[in-house]
Nanobody
Framework: QVHAVESGGGFVKVGDSLRLTCAAS??????MGWFRQAPGKGREFVAA????????LLDDSVKGRFTVSRDNRNNTVYLEMNKVKPEDTATYFC?????????????????WGQGTQVIVSS
């Protein structure tokens, strides 16, 4: 079982930058994913990255603005958010991918934590 704790959320203004951090109890070789959930909406895929920092996958809505990376030595995953928009407002979750389906599907991930909230004001 993997226990991940997200941090780094907060209040930011449109165009600002923010870095979210995910500290996990154990990575193994899991793909790690970032998802977000806005109030009243379902979980939305944001990004995923393989164990070797390879094959980063980003949703089209964040491409060119967000980057995902990981530090396996310290069991940490990062989501660098740049040029944030009001539509980026959500609670962000970091989770390990435990099944073999598409990396963008929330159904392929387990051990969801509390997340960290990001609020972007205009």
């Amino acid at each position: 079982q993997v226990h991940a704790v997200e941090s780094g959320g907060g209040f930011v203004k449109v165009g600002d930058s923010l870095r979210l951090t995910c500290a996990a109890s154990a990575f193994r070789s899991y793909v790690m994913g970032w998802f977000r959930q806005a109030p009243g909406k379902g979980r939305e895929f944001v990004a995923a990255i393989g164990y070797g920092n390879d094959r980063p996958l980003l949703d089209d809505s964040v491409k060119g603005r967000f980057t995902v990376s990981r530090d396996n030595r310290n069991n940490t995953v990062y989501l660098e958010m740049n040029k944030v928009k009001p539509e980026d407002t959500a609670t962000y979750f970091c989770v390990p991918k435990t099944r073999v389906g598409p990396r963008s599907s929330a159904d392929e991930y387990d051990y969801w934590g509390q997340g960290t909230q990001v609020i972007v004001s205009s």
